[in-house]
């Protein structure tokens, strides 16, 4: 399959431009210019993922927005709404689409190069491999705790949400207990990887067709540009 | 020759828990392993293999606290391969996982790639170069750990049951390669494999606490010991005429009927195809074939955890829901822990019972039967802190427990000896509900011994 341009975007700017989408989400603008900040992310995720695949990971925060919608209003009124559920899915989509174009090893290349010490980069480039890692681990417990139903059991309900809910609770309380029974284990193996031993070097240095330059002219630039006007201009 | 490590007199033990009171795991044991030879170290799954071996790599009690007493003298790096390889890959591609250790060692770039090729080439595996780890057989992710060890170059390599969820052919690979790579080997497995035979020259037996060594060639003693011990199945390997008559054998009044079944993952390039595949009530069907050919996929449609693209599977002759196949079987997977989640293991065989609103007396006692027929040794610990040859038997009780018409062992047996393996097979064979079984598995002995019918997917 065809990769995308956002593969091919440089983890550095990418690495920016994220956080200058993400404060963007934060600024005091109109719901309308929260969703002309929105349309491009929207536009690249279903370009790069296809939006069967893309819209699977808003399936989950679909609860959290499904609360913020029934909960909000009352307090905020709908406009206010409309701008928080914008924002959650902008900002779940930008760094959902961060880690599904960029390597791991890039992004602890990319810290590294503003500044950020080995040791630190590397924990959070783990931390952040490991959400992917904790979704595996809750379709695999999902998948095992589904198989202790039997034809005995009373069926749920769709529409029962409090009977879904509570089946949900086991799955979580098995993942929590993986994660936390990694942390020793990951730190066996990060000390048999030789971790803090010798000053590390980098197999594969950051590496794009398009230079560095001309990256950041053709879409880093603009886009910032674009960001901007909507921000500062409605300020 | 001189010993490139010397262990003197070791003992161990855990730190006690509530409910889980610790025992000495390794009692006064001593052995030299020699520079260069390969060495299989057997026990029985509980008598503290994989605490040997983290012993050895310096990673207990470290870690995890515990008392040790004794001397190991070092003379070289060790590396290892844990028992459940999950845990020790971390890496977004394979490459990342071979190439992170010698970064870290501050290798050059030119270094650090030739060290890589060599690796790759060496196990076989330069086709999953860049795929996610996660995404890798059982067999696959064994194999590349063995590349991480051959890329950074320890001169004592350690593998805790590793060759167990290897296919038969990719056995024999490996150990070849380990032979020829000069370094000096120690396998620790509850089973002797036959192929052991042919490149081991040292075998330790630990039974109840006693530590014996066999050189090659001193076979009736080593025979006996291995039999004694409970590390093998049968003597002998079956011929090809039975697993043929086994393969052609066919169900009258299958139970679950699958045809023209098709089956792809997105974005990769793996895909499945079976025309006819069925399993009949009361029938054992064990599923064989080589690493990463779709055993595990199948049995996942079977139980109703992936669609398949194409294809119909009947339940007692009618089509059926994923949930419809999720109620009907029983998967034990090969990660017992991800159904785990009670305080207690009597909890969590509880659990299921509770779901189909059972009375209590009437749970009490199934409960007590499964803690005695699968061998529950602390009912009342908390099963994260349990053995994993514990974890696993307490999986096989919860399945036990729900009595379905389907029930499905993935690669089940690391971690518990064959007996204990068999046993569980038995049990759900003369569980009242007489499910079909079906049992995926490399060992060969295992499938001819116990199935009705062997069903092979891909080259073996």
């Not at chain 2, 054992?284 to 996929?297: D, L, P, Y």
């Not at chain 2, 029930?407 to 569980?431: H, L, M, N, P, T």
Request: hydrophobic share 45%.
């Amino acid at each position: 399959m065809r990769k995308s341009f956002l593969y091919k975007a440089d983890p550095r700017l990418k690495l920016i431009l994220m956080l200058i989408y993400t404060i963007a989400f934060f600024c005091p603008v109109s719901a309308l210019r929260y969703g002309l900040l929105l349309a491009p992310i929207l536009a690249a995720g279903f370009i790069t993922c296809g939006w069967k695949s893309f819209l699977s990971v808003f399936k989950l925060i679909l609860p959290l927005l499904v609360l913020t919608a029934a909960l909000t209003p009352f307090f905020s009124g709908i406009y206010e709404t409309i701008r928080i559920i914008i924002r959650f899915i902008g900002i779940t989509a930008l760094f959902f689409l961060y880690f599904k174009t960029t390597e791991q090893d890039e992004f602890i290349q990319a810290l590294r190069f503003f500044g950020m010490p080995y040791r630190f980069a590397l924990v959070i480039s783990i931390s952040t491999s490991y959400i992917p890692l904790l979704l595996d681990t809750y379709h695999d417990a999902a998948s095992a705790h589904k198989l202790r139903y039997t034809e005995n059991c009373p069926a749920v309900s769709r529409w029962n949400f409090t009977a879904r809910f509570r089946a949900i609770l086991p799955v979580l309380a098995s993942v929590l207990i993986q994660a936390i029974k990694n942390i020793p284990t990951l730190a066996m193996v990060l000390e048999i990887r030789g971790v803090g031993k010798a000053k590390p070097t980098v197999f594969r240095p950051i590496q794009c067709e398009t230079p560095l330059y001309k990256q950041f002219l053709l879409y880093f630039l603009p886009i910032t540009v674009i960001i901007l006007i909507l921000v500062i201009y409605a300020a | 020759m001189a010993a490139i490590l010397s262990v003197k007199n070791i003992s161990f033990q855990y730190p006690s828990y509530p409910g889980l009171e610790s025992r000495k795991l390794l009692d006064n044991i001593s052995f030299d392993l020699e520079k260069g030879s390969m060495n299989i170290f057997l026990a029985l799954p509980g008598s503290g293999k994989t605490t040997l071996s983290r012993i050895l790599s310096g990673l207990v009690p470290a870690y995890t606290g515990g008392q040790l007493s004794g001397e190991i003298d070092k003379k070289a790096e060790t590396g290892i391969v844990f028992q459940n390889p999950d845990e020790q890959l971390f890496c977004s591609t394979a490459e990342k996982e071979v190439v992170f250790p010698l970064e870290a060692a501050g290798l050059s770039r030119e270094e650090i790639g030739r060290r890589a090729d060599m690796a790759f080439q060496k196990t076989g595996i330069e086709y999953l170069r860049f795929k996610n780890p996660v995404h890798l057989s059982g067999g696959e992710k064994r194999r590349l750990l063995i590349s991480v060890l051959c890329a950074t170059g320890p001169e004592i390599w350690i593998l805790d049951e590793t060759l167990e969820e290897i296919d038969i052919l990719g056995r024999e690979e490996i150990l070849s390669f380990l032979k020829s790579s000069g370094k000096t080997i120690l396998i620790l497995t509850a089973k002797m494999l036959d192929v052991y035979k042919k490149y081991a020259d040292t075998f330790f037996i630990y039974t109840d606490s006693h530590l014996k060594q066999f050189q090659i060639g001193s076979s009736q003693d080593f025979a006996d010991a291995v039999k004694a011990g409970g590390f093998c199945l049968a003597e002998a390997m079956p011929d090809e005429n039975s697993i043929r008559a086994l393969e052609a054998a066919e169900f009258k009044n299958p139970v679950l009927k699958v045809a023209d079944l098709c089956f792809s993952y997105p974005d990769s390039d793996f895909s499945l195809s079976i025309e006819n595949f069925a399993l009949e009530q009361g029938k054992i069907t064990a599923v064989i074939g080589t690493n990463g050919c779709g055993k595990s996929t199948l049995s996942h449609i079977i139980a109703g955890l992936l669609p398949p693209s194409a294809g119909t599977i009947l339940l007692e002759d009618k089509p059926v829901s994923s949930e419809k196949l999720n109620r009907n079987c029983s998967y034990l997977f090969q990660n017992p822990d991800y159904q785990l989640f009670l305080p207690t293991a009597r909890a969590e065989l509880e659990y299921g019972l509770k779901l189909q609103k059972m009375d209590s007396c009437e749970i009490e006692k199934r409960v007590q039967e499964a803690i005695k027929i699968f061998g529950i040794e602390h009912p009342d610990a908390p099963p994260v802190l349990m053995s994993y040859g514990q974890r696993k038997k307490l999986q096989a009780a919860i399945y036990w427990l729900l009595n379905k018409k389907i029930v499905i062992i993935d690669e089940a047996d690391s971690g518990i000896s064959s007996k204990e393996y068999r046993q569980i097979i038995e049990a759900f064979r003369q569980s009242p509900a007489n499910p079909a079984i079906l049992i995926i598995t490399h060992d060969i002995q295992l499938a001819a011994l116990e199935a009705d019918k062997i069903f092979r997917m891909g080259a073996l």
